[in-house]
């Protein structure tokens, strides 16, 4: 599984999806294509998915931000953007 493509799939700025029933308010930042921020939230609810994903000269980090890596994996997978 390529973290890197799903991250792809979301458009950089603000965008709005779907995961587990509930729309989220999502934003991406990218810097120097190297880096990647991903912060989303449930906007009728408290739930909130945080990421920082970089790629080095020797690999790919992903870097979730107080939660489990696999909470940000399954969002990533799942999530459906509108």
Known sequence: ???LNYINKI???YSEG???NAKYGITKSVFNNKSF???AKE???TNFISLNYYITSTKKLLKPCEMPEQKV???LQHV???
Do not use: D
């Open 18 to 20: 779907i995961y587990m």
């Open 80 to 82: 459906t953007l509108k």
């Open 11 to 13: 458009p950089e700025g």
């Open 73 to 75: 994996i399954h969002f």
């Open 37 to 39: 921020k991903v912060y």
């Open 43 to 45: 906007l009728k609810g």
């Open 1 to 3: 599984m390529n973290v």
